[in-house]
């Protein structure tokens, strides 16, 4: 991909469009359409295939393990479709330049349709314990221009989408750079100003990765960056909606807060994901998925990703946040792929049991 090609709209623009495009490729649904023996209550749904722009592993593979292999993926792949995922973005963490290069070639080598690009989280974050959460503090750094272009190199240009601090020493000039290559930039894993997250949205920032996560226990009441991103409308805001990141409480006050159309669901999800209670690896970190599904560095108080699946975080957002589940959808699919700038891939047909919240993907053409 040639970012130089792509044209660069003012921000307020940009999400425009993307509002535009997420609302253009909905396929129309047949609400009415209840399953037999039912009395009423399930539906069938028809819906663009899910698009998750944070994936870190699923169903025992960790892609953030060098060995891993294009079976690997290719497994990962089969299982992230089965609950409804048909593209998403194998994200890297902060790790040393070798690993994410060794990385990025394994992500790509297999040639896989439902991998629509990387998405590069770190090293450009904050090396403080809170907001640097499951990422080792040992590999963070201070943003690069050269550091970024080695890193496109290794990964062929396929980086869609780059999550880091605006406080990080260079983290302005980068955020210009990454727009004008039509790249897309988030802010997380941050312990910025509100002044530092305002001055990030005018370089070009657009999304804010996990919001709420990836942040210190403690911050000032008022002002913070997180109140400061909630109100940006220039943002659209990602979101882990699994009961373990975010209470339901605050799922439903930042999608009010944010709209419908600027909210994205991601699941975040590690190998431990599909998998049961047990040990897992996360670039190289031990984790432990607990009983209530809660992922997290043993001993550790902050959280090491997620254990959840997309069509899990859907029920979850209607069930937290008293949205219907035509827009709960929406934020899984046709948000985050008219954010990305892409289409969607396939079609979900579905069944959604609105008492039991329950979500199953019956089959995808």
Known sequence: MNTNDITRPSRRRFLALASAAAASTVAPLDASAMLPGTAGKARRLTWPGFLDLQVNGFACVDFNDPSTTADDLQRAIGVLRSHGVTRFLPTLITSSAERFDQCAKRMLEAGADAVAGIHMEGPYISPEDGPRGAHLREFTAAASIEDFKRRQEAAQGRIRLVTLAPEVPGALPLIEYLRAQGIRVAIGHTAASAEVIRAAIKAGATLSTHLGNGAANMIPRHPNFIWEQLAADEMMASLIVDGHHLPPATVKTMIRAKGVRRTIL?????????????????????????????????????LAGSALAMDRAVANTVRFAGVTIEDALAMASTNPAGYLGVKTSGTLHLEWDPEAFALSVVEIT
């Open 266 to 302: 991601v699941t975040d999800a590690i190998a431990a994901a599909g998998q049961p209670p047990g040990e897992y690896q996360l670039g190289g970190v031990k984790v432990r998925l607990d009983e209530t599904g809660r992922v997290a560095v043993p001993g550790a108080p902050n």
